[in-house]
């Protein structure tokens, strides 16, 4: 499981599941979600985006299938 803490206005972190292919985005707000199937690939894309919060929208959000965690 990869970490990484995110200082952003509505996240606060992203982890990974390599094995699984999870990533779980956690807000601010105490939501989370699991988004489930994501490559490795997309995860380093993420981290490594100028514009996370633009990047969850346009190329995870609505592209791999999620559950809200409670």
């Known amino acids: 499981m990869i970490k990484k803490n995110i200082n952003l206005n509505n996240i606060s972190s992203i982890e990974y599941d390599s094995n699984e292919k999870i990533l779980k985005i956690n ?17 380093e894309d993420l981290i490594n985006s100028n514009y996370i919060g633009y990047y ?9 299938p999620y559950k809200k965690i409670d």
Do not use: A, D, L
């Not at 988004?35 to 690939?41: D, E, S």
């Not at 969850?56 to 791999?64: D, E, L, Q």
């Open 56 to 64: 969850i929208h346009y190329n995870i959000r609505n592209k791999y």
């Open 27 to 43: 807000f601010t707000t105490g939501e989370k979600y699991h988004h489930i199937g994501v490559p490795k690939n997309i995860y």
